[in-house]
């Protein structure tokens, strides 16, 4: 209760010294203030072309996510238990995670066109190595004696992953789909920004254009936002599906 109180004063007198330095020292053009940042974004929140912008850009990050996701969770499975191609593969992955994925963009254009279906591809190229990574260390910290006592035991490959190896690496696999999900968002911002007429990601690219820097501002509040509202719903599934995660975090925080 304390610590909200605490932030919520550190918000309050953030914004207040905004709010009057920003007019004392004519920098209303650069940086707004509060004010008209909260008119620009209630005024879309009114005529409703915010959700409709929201909801194109959460369609977007979703799809790429969960494609990401889903390609980035298979190829760590499976490389992290075939260590040789692992091995034939890892420059050829590497290279391709070297490269800024915001640079794929025009090249998806051309791949995909300009709609819904070049910013999910780039959000999951972005969200798969995340995922990727944390899945295929995930699997490659698994316990090699207790696999060798296992199949001496005479477990079988699929006996191995399903009782071992996935429930072992499910911590990392969830640690990557948290840190993928702004990606998942940056990707479909990106795609919007260089070739969209609608998402978030438009009506920042709109709002630059008109020299709108309240319509700027109030774009990023919306964008931040959305991030948080992607972020407690992976939070609220790991808790659903890890829930003895829930009670080590607690007793840490009781010690």
Known sequence: MIINLIRFAFLAAILLFWQILSPAYKMEFFISTPADI???FWGSVQDGSLFYHAGITSIE?????????AIGMTLGLMLGRFETLAKIL??????????????????????FGIGLDMKIYLAASIVFFL?????????RNVSR??????????????????KVVIPSAVTW??????????????????????????????LLAHATGEFDTAGTFAALFAIMILALLLNVSVNAIEKALLPWKTVEAEREITV
């Open 38 to 40: 909260f008119h620009s």
């Open 61 to 69: 990050a979703l799809g790429g996510f969960a494609l990401g996701s």
């Open 90 to 111: 890892d420059p050829f992955l590497m290279g391709f995670y070297s490269l800024p994925k915001a640079a794929l963009a025009p090249l998806f254009i051309l791949w």
């Open 131 to 139: 995922v990727f990574l944390n899945t295929f260390t995930g699997v």
């Open 145 to 162: 004696e207790q696999i060798s006592i296992l199949r001496l035991m005479g477990a079988t490959e699929r006996h191995l992953i399903t």
């Open 173 to 202: 696999v969830f640690a990557g789909l948290r840190l993928s999900v702004p990606y998942a968002l940056i990707g479909a911002i990106v795609g919007e920004i260089i070739a969209a007429n609608r998402g978030l990601g438009f």
